[in-house]
């Protein structure tokens, strides 16, 4: 391993990375002191050289490599997830969304917490979340055999960094060692079925102590996790005589049964015979997932006072996941003899509209095929003591996309034959950022010499989709994802900034520092940014410190959120959503796109040592952000109900068939369509007549009018964010051992302060319902709890970790349920609405994980453990509404709760391997 060298260069390095917010890479950088002591100098969150971390003025938590590995988490982000307990990863989604799953800090969005690697930004993905407008660096793409240690900054830092940082940073520290390596492998699988996952790594040094490499490789397999139950159709198929009974006289408890299954029984029987026939449906399981990623830190030393370094990464990763069943009848058939309808007998004696591609029905695929490269070098050095770091870093990530086992209906009714595979478009990312940063420390006549750091930084972000090939989009598209059309959603974008900023950290007495920044930023497409930030910790006595910050912050819209735009679709809905940047936004009365969000940011808090080896720290924070990013949606159309317009004046109703929604967000449908809204269908070319969805004309399918919804990104929304952060953390020796404790604990509230009404040119729609803004606030554990104890005894040592997840909940309309029904339910009014709503809560769940770890040698580390030991799963749908739709053949997916940071995936057992040499 590397030998320590030079404590001259150890401060020229280390103040250098520190005075200018980067990190210089310290091969030739590390001083006489123990590895021990340098671990603990902090680089994140200040521009003073040499703190550590029980020193810092700002909240910051530092993981070791080794604990990172201490878990059976099959990625950087969940292992991270598992020791900050104010960082919270997804585990779910759907479509694309599934293929790059995020983290958020403190309940914000994942793109309000930036991410570096060695104190530079990382790009981000390419993959914009559709319903959040996510799109923040891809972790997976970084092998955590490439990290030395995290630093995790939960505090508003945009001063200092720039746009992203509102939550916090997330600072990854590569491996410098120029010598040696290790080797590792990791095995799980979860114990109820599904997820089996090899994961291989490794890192390897090259070099002498003023000249390293360091490299590093992660390859992993991951399969796909189903927990999804019967199909609702499949069992009205199944036994026919019953459902026929229950079509005709009703369930036995007294409800309706939609007249769509006496087609389901007509047309669709053959999907008995389906493949895993009657558990059809696997929307929103995981994909299946193959990554593989290359990480490489380098340095080269001039000098003593002049320094080169490097480091990069390139990865690929394949994924792909299973959409929503189509049943064999929702193709539509096809026009034989072209006179329009689809009535007539083939010759052949079967009729027309029984004509089906795929006789048993069908699941499409989703597969993305990405590719992510990122590359950074500078110099970093001093003259005349100005220490001086200039750095160039360039990252781009790109993400093919195709549909597989599908079809585009539209063809095939028109000309009885239709590809089953599409490439459906294209995403493309990329981020350039220069930088210049100088400081110098001056003796003013205070306790320690003022710092004063300044710098110049220049960046270009694009981003762009590409189009699918014409099958993919033409008519109503791929059945599953139809393409990006290049007459309405593709194109190329891109833009630029400029930022300067000031620093002075001041440290008035021994006991009081005091740290100042401002900043500013220039970007082409909206406009400038000022920003400013004060921080200050006073030590009272040793082992008791108070600390607090002021700050303001913002965040500049991505390019994704800005100019993303798609058709989503399922099989009896559809949103079409527009771009923010464009003339179609603009024709809405969303003129000008999105601006940056704004914020700002107070905390206070503790810093205790009351005994050896215990350190604590409790720290109080409020967030508030303005003119926050959301997806607006407006609704237009809704399946028929029992409470819809059809419902209420026939009686009876078929939920694949529309009616006018809820616009006006009063929790009642409408008796008439939105105007304004279906004028814009109609121009857009998504529908051919304003007021009827079913009429002839326009690119979405049939089966999705039932409901249709118009989504945009926007700027309307003012939240508050409160909560604690509480870190504890103790180590004990004993004769036999030692046993490492932590208790670290979150709590987290956020409240909608505002919302902006919609353009006055959409006719009274509301762009968030009462109910919305209800779910933003609940929609996330209220607290999180971490308590761990790792034991070590001789070669062996045990990792307990206890994770406790508070309640979240969301809020469902009651409308269309009967009396009975709701008389069971959990439900409560939401503000500005009389409508009754049901709660959909995820209770406090607890996880158990466990590591027991053996060190035969000082080489052979071997580990076996098990996380989520008993197998705890999410809430489920209440029983009540779970039991009237099972009647009804209603269930189609899964039971379990989606949006819990754990999943819904039960134990899981992992083993590993490593070997250092």
Not at 125 to 151: H, K, M, Q, Y
Not at 252 to 280: H, N
Request: net charge negative; proline share 5%.
């Amino acid at each position: 391993m590397k030998t320590p060298k030079h404590f001259k260069r150890t401060e020229l390095f280390l103040a250098t990375c520190l005075l200018t917010g980067s990190f210089a890479p310290g091969a030739m950088a590390q001083s006489g002191a123990p590895a021990a002591e340098v671990s603990e100098i902090l680089i994140t969150g200040t521009r003073r050289s040499g703190m550590a971390v029980s020193d810092s003025p700002a909240p910051v938590q530092m993981i070791s490599a080794e604990v990172l590995q201490e878990s059976g988490s099959p990625d950087l982000m969940n292992a991270i997830a598992t020791q900050v307990p104010s960082y919270n990863a997804r585990q779910t989604g759907t479509d694309m969304a599934s293929q790059t799953l995020t983290a958020s800090m403190r309940a914000l969005s994942a793109n309000h917490a930036l991410v570096l690697v060695n104190g530079k930004r990382r790009h981000i993905t390419s993959n914009v979340g559709a319903s959040t407008g996510n799109a923040a660096s891809d972790l997976s793409f970084i092998p955590s055999s490439a990290i030395a240690r995290l630093e995790v900054l939960t505090d508003g830092a945009a001063a200092i960094y720039g746009s992203d940082a509102i939550a916090g940073v997330v600072n990854i520290i590569l491996k410098d060692d120029y010598e040696g390596g290790e080797f590792n492998t990791n095995i799980s699988e979860y114990t109820d079925g599904g997820g089996y996952t090899t994961n291989i790594q490794g890192d390897i040094g090259f070099g002498t102590d003023t000249a390293f490499l360091n490299l590093s490789v992660e390859t992993e397999e991951r399969d796909t996790v189903s927990r999804s139950i019967t199909y609702g159709p499949a069992l009205c198929v199944a036994e026919p005589t019953e459902c026929l009974n229950r079509l005709n006289n009703g369930t036995p408890s007294g409800y309706t049964v939609s007249t769509a299954y006496r087609t389901y029984l007509e047309r669709d029987s053959k999907m008995a015979t389906a493949p895993g026939f009657p558990t059809l449906n696997n929307q929103g399981d995981p994909p299946d997932v193959a990554r593989a990623a290359v990480f490489f830190n380098a340095g080269y030393e001039f000098s003593e006072d002049l320094n080169f370094y490097s480091f990069g990464s390139i990865g690929r990763k394949e994924a792909s996941s299973l959409q929503t069943y189509r049943r064999p009848s929702q193709d539509g058939g096809v026009d034989v003899n072209r006179d329009g309808d689809r009535n007539d007998l083939t010759p052949s004696g079967v009729r027309e509209f029984l004509v089906n591609k795929y006789e048993y029905g069908f699941s499409p695929k989703l597969n993305s095929d990405e590719e992510d490269f990122s590359l950074t070098v500078g110099l970093s050095g001093m003259t005349n003591d100005w220490m001086w770091d200039v750095a160039s870093t360039y990252g781009d990530n790109e993400i093919g996309m195709t549909n597989t086992n599908s079809m585009n209906f539209s063809l095939w009714n028109t000309t009885g034959s239709s590809p089953d595979r599409f490439d459906i478009g294209s995403f493309e990312a990329s981020q350039w950022t220069t930088s210049l940063d100088v400081s110098k420390e001056f003796e003013i006549g205070m306790a320690a010499p003022m710092t004063f750091a300044t710098g110049l930084e220049y960046r270009k972000d694009t981003y762009g989709i590409g189009a699918g090939e014409a099958a993919s989009y033409f008519g109503s598209g791929a059945a599953a994802f139809p393409g990006y059309n290049p007459a309405v959603n593709t194109g190329d974008y891109d833009r630029h900034n400029y930022a300067t900023f000031l620093n002075f950290v001041f440290v008035p007495t021994n006991e009081w520092l005091v740290d100042v920044a401002v900043r500013y930023e220039d970007y082409s497409d909206f406009g400038n940014e000022t920003v400013g930030k004060i921080t200050a910790r006073y030590d009272f006595a040793d082992g008791f410190a108070i600390r607090a910050t002021a700050s303001t912050g913002f965040r500049a819209p991505t390019l994704g959120e800005g100019f993303y735009s798609a058709v989503n679709v399922a099989p009896t809905s559809a949103t079409p959503q527009l771009q923010p940047n464009s003339p179609a936004a603009a024709a809405l009365g969303f003129g000008g796109g999105l601006q940056p969000e704004t914020s700002e940011n107070y905390s206070i808090g503790l810093v205790l040592e009351p005994i050896d080896g215990l350190t604590t720290t409790i720290d109080a924070y409020e967030i508030t952000i303005s003119d926050r990013i959301q997806r607006g949606s407006f609704n237009y159309s809704q399946a028929q109900s029992n409470n819809t317009i059809t419902g209420r004046t026939t009686g009876r109703f078929n939920n694949i068939l529309p009616d006018p929604a809820d616009t006006n967000g009063d929790g009642r449908p409408d008796d008439t369509y939105n105007e304004a809204l279906g004028r814009a269908l109609v121009d857009f070319g998504y529908i051919g007549v304003w007021n009827n969805p079913t009429a002839p004309g326009g690119s979405l399918d049939a089966t999705a009018r039932a409901a249709i919804n118009v989504a945009i990104f926007n700027n309307s929304l003012e939240t508050k964010t409160s909560g604690v952060d509480w870190v504890n953390t103790y180590n004990s020796r004993f004769g036999w051992g030692s046993i490492n404790w932590t208790l670290a604990a979150n709590y987290n509230k956020t409240e909608v302060l505002s919302a902006k009404a919609a353009p006055a040119s959409l006719g009274g729609a509301v762009m968030y319902s009462p109910v919305t803004l209800a779910n933003l606030e609940t929609d996330s554990p209220l607290f999180r709890v971490n308590l761990g104890a790792r034991i070590q005894w001789g070669d062996f040592s045990l990792s307990l970790r206890q994770s406790i997840y508070g309640p979240q909940y969301t809020l469902t309309s009651t409308s269309g349920l009967p009396a009975a029904v709701v008389a069971q339910l959990d439900t409560e009014n939401v503000r500005g609405t009389t409508q009754l709503y049901y709660k959909n809560e995820i209770d406090m769940l607890q996880q158990t994980n466990i590591e027991l770890t053996w060190t035969p040698t000082d080489a052979l580390r071997i580990g076996a453990g098990v996380d989520n030991v008993f197998n705890e799963y999410p809430s489920k749908t209440p029983q009540a509404v779970w039991d009237y739709n099972q009647e009804r053949y209603a269930n189609t997916s899964r039971q379990y709760l989606t949006g819990s940071p754990v999943g819904y995936f039960g134990a899981r057992w992992f083993g590993k391997v490593s070997y250092a040499f």
